[in-house]
Nanobody, 124 residues
Framework: QVQLVESGGGLVQAGDSLRLSCTAS????????MAWFRQAPGKEREFVAA????????YYTDFVKGRFTISRDNAKDTVYLQMNRLKPEDTAVYYC?????????????????WGQGTQVTVSS
């Protein structure tokens, strides 16, 4: 049974940093591209960042470029999202997702498995 478990969310102030982690089990982690999405209240789930299974190439949406960094540790079956200079508009539930032997994709429907999400709240 595949599980993705996120951790690291919390309540911080604008300008602070957080690191999210997502640990996978029940799958061959190195065969999956990994991504982070987020969903704010009343909004659709949106792509944040991804790292490919092939060469570890990373992709970011424009509103996090230069502030967030995605990375993966295949030995630990874990993907990370380092979030710096957080803004109130980054407040959302953050989800990790995986896509078997596919490159990154902006569409959530293209991903095979999802975690339960972790809340990030940034106060002004």
């Amino acid at each position: 049974q595949v599980q993705l478990v996120e951790s690291g969310g919390g309540l911080v102030q604008a300008g602070d940093s957080l690191r999210l982690s997502c640990t996978a089990s029940g799958l061959t982690f190195s065969s999956y591209s990994m991504a982070w999405f987020r969903q704010a209240p009343g909004k659709e789930r949106e792509f944040v960042a991804a790292v490919t299974w092939t060469d570890g190439r990373t992709y970011y949406t424009d509103f996090v470029k230069g502030r967030f960094t995605i990375s993966r540790d295949n030995a630990k079956d874990t993907v990370y999202l380092q979030m710096n200079r957080l803004k109130p508009e980054d407040t959302a539930v953050y989800y990790c997702a995986c896509r078997y032997r596919g490159l990154y994709h902006y569409n959530p429907a293209e991903y095979d498995y999802w975690g339960q999400g972790t809340q990030v709240t940034v106060s002004s």
